[in-house]
């Protein structure tokens, strides 16, 4: 009895990985970051955010950021972010403060082809992202 317990918690972990493992990959790779709550003025061409297998990194155009995210069912969540410190020039310092705000209150995401949007609990699009 032990040993089909054993065998059944096994493959219920197996398979919970291979759901995750099967989420992770549409949002792996780099997006470019086209709006952000708060943040006017984007530049697109050096806003990027980067995900790789519960990694992220990417920047607004100033201090880079690098932090853990979660991906399970409908729910997304970013750990805690670390940054470089330089001081921005305006109104990088502003968008970065906003970029940051909105990665503390994500907690779901929206894939549609190469369009994604980090979306807060209440559905609110906080970050919009393009491949």
Known sequence: ????????AAMFFVSALACQAAEAPKLDGEWHI???????GIDSGKAV???????ASGTIGCNRIAGGYKSSGDTFT???????MMACPPPLDMQEQAFLKALENVKTVAIK????????????????LKR
């Open 34 to 40: 086209m709006s952000v709550t708060g943040a006017d």
């Open 49 to 55: 955010l980067k995900f790789d297998g519960g990694h």
């Open 78 to 84: 970013f750990g805690a972010m670390a940054a470089t």
């Open 1 to 8: 009895m032990n040993k089909v317990r054993t065998i059944s």
């Open 113 to 128: 082809g190469d369009e994604a949007a980090l979306k807060s609990g209440d559905g609110a699009t906080l970050i919009e």
